[in-house]
């Protein structure tokens, strides 16, 4: 559910910078982030350009301090009120467009509500797993650098009990993650395309987590920039990494041993 939460805010977030770039597309120029709290804020406030630039610079700057906590002040203010004046927006139906701005900005404040609510009960039943009061973690997985609770609660979640996989293989086939072959008559290959049956669930949390891991995890980072080194594409590299994660949250989970660096696991196959 909190996958598809995030989807939806994904494409409400797509929709919002589409009217934005028919209004006022010099709009994101004004945050680093368009979606930031002082800019939903402002968006629902004053959706319109023309808004922007009539209202009270003062007033402008007074709103910006109260929803940024003191970050963004008059010099702010000025930035967004003169991209206001000079906009290449279209002027027709701002009304109806506004409209719609205000309302996709508080259907995505509303879901992302939502998924705090749930992030809030997936560490609550992550605590539970909890060995004992002093243990400094919830779940072994939880201990590899990349996999936060969340992606830790959907990894366990969709694989339930690691005996039911004989080996890392199965684990890797059952996300998805393992190549597909192409064979005809006379030959039969693996081609660098993962499979993707299994679990959807599965698969966006290790791919997710594999993603993280290759930029927080110094061993899968190297792992990651061999195989950039040797040619692969970025999405190629990446399933490597997720598939040689599968392989370590196999050994640990199966052992019931937190993450070691130093530890010498037993490693899968080069098939990236």
């Known amino acids: ?153 959907a990894i366990i979640g969709e694989i339930g009990d690691i005996s039911r996989f004989p080996n890392p293989r199965a684990l890797v086939a059952y996300a998805g993650l393992d190549a597909t072959v192409r064979a005809s008559g006379l030959f039969e290959g693996t081609r660098n395309r993962m499979s993707k049956r299994g679990s959807p669930v599965l698969r966006n949390s290790l791919w997710l987590a594999a993603v993280s891991a290759r930029r927080f995890n110094p061993e899968l980072k190297a792992y990651y920039e061999l195989k950039r080194s040797q040619g692969k594409h970025l999405n190629v590299a990446t399933g490597a990494v997720a598939r040689k994660l599968v392989h370590l949250i196999y050994s640990l989970w199966k052992d019931n041993r937190p993450y070691d660096p130093d530890y010498q696991w037993s490693p899968p196959g080069n098939n990236a």
Not at 28 to 34: A, H, N
Not at 55 to 62: G, K
Not at 120 to 148: C, F, Q, W
């Open 1 to 153: 559910l909190r996958f598809e939460f995030i989807r939806q805010v994904g494409s409400l977030k797509n929709r919002v910078l589409g009217i934005l770039d028919r209004i006022f597309p010099e709009y994101p120029g004004c945050f680093s982030d368009v979606f930031i709290r002082t800019s939903k804020e402002l968006l629902k406030s004053y959706p319109a350009p023309e808004e922007l630039a009539e209202v009270d610079l003062s007033e402008l700057s007074a709103f910006l301090k109260e929803h940024s906590r003191g970050s963004f002040g008059e010099e702010r203010a000025k930035k967004i009120q003169s991209l206001a004046k000079g906009t290449f927006g279209i002027t027709i139906a701002l009304d109806a467009f506004s409209l719609q701005l205000r309302l996709l900005i508080e259907q995505i404040e509303f879901i992302e509500e939502q998924i705090k609510v749930i992030e809030d009960a997936i560490n609550e039943v992550m605590e539970e797993l909890r060995p004992s009061k002093e243990t400094p973690y919830r779940h072994v997985i939880e201990t590899i650098p990349g996999i936060g609770p969340v992606l830790a609660a």
